[in-house]
């Protein structure tokens, strides 16, 4: 089914002018790494299947080949209903240009799982796990990336599972849910310490981050909270109230596996890949090796349109995995109005040394297109 939608989209993005997705991330629809059982992302949405198929007797119907194309409606449903009309400015949609992946003017590259949720309720179901590739324009470090993997989980719950607990729908559900995921954090990462942090999500009310204290510090694990009943009605189920989350694979399986820098998830290099097996969470990544990096600094007047999202596409477009981060290290605005950044490029192959010619070719090959394709004077 993806395969089609390549083949369809391919001769859409000729001349659709709205497309905004280079090479780099269109040749990774279709990996599908939450789908291969030996690889970190698909070894721990399994063991999460796990958890969900134990505490709810099989209940869960799981969904992991959705196609990560999908309508601008689903998202803008979900992202804007619940705005005031007046708080949806003009400037939003541009915001959007600048963090998410148009295929056209009508269709992105998912930036979450969550735009799955209105259709799978529509269709009737009640407890689901959806899991899937996600795609956001984003800066660049150890662990950004723009296409990573995300798993959401709803859960329907009718009026007779809460007339005789005393507490109305939303309470309900709201303590049914921190028990679930709090059982969920402990069987990933045993007897820590959680705490609950209120949050905003336009999609659930009250919407909750759950966070875990590991290795010294509190992390972020997941967002949740209680559907809005707007979304449940939508889906004809007025009587009802849900539960949501949706977390991020990389982030808990960086942690998990000891994965220390988020482009290894892509490599095909088996000195990683031979690590992981089928079924095996507790496993610590070795490192093969860690190649020296290289920096390479770059000062340029900006103008207006200028965004640090624009940037590193383009550095990714020309250093592909090359390219470990971008990072703003100096800023500053002269006395005629003019704003000057230097942005620091650290190159480092996770696999091999690199060259100082392979470095300077592509230090310059990224000067000249950020010179041509943004608004901005190299100083
Ligand atoms: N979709 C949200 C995100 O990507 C996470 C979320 C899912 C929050 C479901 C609430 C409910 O950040």
Redesign the pocket.
Known sequence: RVLTRLLTLDVVRENEPTNNVPDTIFSKLGTQLHRRDDHPIGILKNAIYDYFDANYSGKFVKFDDLSPIVSVKAIINLFLQNFDDVLVPADHVSRSYNDTYYVDSQTVLR????AH?TELLRIGHSHFLVTGD?YRRDSIDSTHYPVFH?M???RVLSPDEWVDSGLDGTSYAAKDLKNSLEGLARKLFGDVEMRWIDTY?P??NP?FELEIYFQEKWMEV????V?EPEILKRSGKIHSVAW?????LERLAMVLFDIPDIRLFWSTDQRFISQFSDGKLGIKFKPFSKYPPCYKDMSFWISDSFTENNLCEIVRGIAGDLVEEVRLIDNFTNKKGLTSHCYRIVYRSMERSLTDEEINQLQGDVRDAVQSKLMITLR
């Open positions: 930036c979450h799982t969550s949720q996600v995300q959401e989980g709803v999500f999609f659930t919407s997941l967002g949740c909270g559907t949501a989350f949706g977390l991020g």
